[in-house]
């Protein structure tokens, strides 16, 4: 079920958004002012914001740019559905990363597939970004952690050992070339001996479990897991 | 010159959302609810000199006016509310404001007319 919070201070537009986009698997929650909405993004979790500009205790740019300030709400996506046709009130909301900026009186066939895309576009992006389970650890995506799934040993990873270590195990048996990987981690191509010492490193880290990585001569390295018996070539 | 009023907004309102009669009506009677109140705010505004609150109140009647079909006021609403704030002249707008309370008396008529031939038609 989708919760959705409409941020609009005007009952005509309350009831048709409502109506909008109210379905089986929609429910919107109505706020009238900042003030309510703060107390209901505090108590609950919502898919999506949409938000009008123009309300009764602050505008709606500025409520925005303070949710964008906090860790747990930056990354709800917004729309804002408004009066206003300013640009200057546009340029600030995609500037600030709004999904969306739809204008009043609007097309509510049209609104309501925007709203349903960035819905899906969300949940996707939620989905991949959550947690990972590749024997045999557990990876928190968002929070750059890794444990064991047998007993949830947490092992202190840098960013760097973190993104190697899941490069590598989000593809079991494909072998990565030093470039590559420099490229998929780093973002470029850096000292040519900062994988090895990365590599080194993470290993260390991962005591026992660290034959999971295993070297390939000339090339670079390859994830195996646990069960060697699995390589190939 | 735009309409001062345009049913077949309502109409639009209703087949598009696919809601009877009564969920217009229930619209309807909100703007009657909620709307005296922003005309006189822009007054008052005007009044006080309180040109952020009279360009908040104006943008409001207008977006309002416009979804139930009350172009022309809305139309009205959206000059207001575009004044150049370093060009604000006072007497100016409390004419505006004039027009508005008269257009705003006009445009109620015209969707009490609205909600009557709806249902006549319904």
Partial sequence: ?233 | MIPLFSIEILMKLRSNLGVPFSFIEELVQIYFKDSPALVDAIEKHIEDMNFESLIRSAHSLKSSSAALGGLRLAEHCREIEMTNPSEVCWPVLKAKALVVRDLFEKTCDELKDAQFRLKKSA
């Avoid at chain 1, 747990?72 to 206003?84: C, D, M, R």
């Avoid at chain 1, 895309?117 to 970004?129: F, N, T």
């Avoid at chain 1, 590598?168 to 850096?190: C, F, K, M, N, T």
């Avoid at chain 1, 990365?198 to 390295?221: D, F, M, N």
């Fill in chain 1, 1 to 233: 079920m989708n919760r959705i919070l409409l941020v609009e201070d005007q009952r005509e537009f309350q009831k048709i958004v409502a109506q909008v986009l109210d379905d089986s698997d929609t429910v919107v929650e109505i706020a009238a002012s900042v003030e309510v909405a703060k107390a209901m993004l505090q108590k609950n979790h919502y898919e999506l914001i949409v938000l009008d500009i123009t309300l009764p205790d602050q505008d709606g740019i500025s409520f925005y740019a303070d949710l964008q300030t906090q860790t747990a709400l930056k990354e709800t996506p917004v729309i804002f559905l408004t009066g206003s046709e300013s640009t200057t009130n546009k340029i600030a909301a995609f500037s600030l990363g709004a999904e969306d900026y739809v204008v009043k009186p609007f097309n509510h066939q049209e609104f309501k597939a925007r709203v349903q895309a960035k819905l899906r576009k969300a949940k996707k992006r939620s989905g991949v970004a959550e947690e990972a389970k590749i024997e045999p650890f557990h990876f928190r995506l968002a929070s750059q952690r890794v444990f064991t799934i047998a007993d949830a040993t947490e092992f202190l990873l840098t960013p760097k050992e973190f993104k190697l270590l899941y490069c590598l195990a989000s593809h079991p048996d494909r072998v990565y070339s030093r470039e590559e990987l420099l490229q998929e981690v780093w973002g470029s191509i850096v000292g040519g001996r900062t994988i090895d010492t990365t590599i080194y490193s993470l290993r260390k880290k991962l005591g026992p479990l660290a034959q999971v990585i295993e070297a390939v001569p000339s090339i670079g390295y390859r994830y195996i897991g646990l069960n060697k018996n699995k390589r190939v070539g």
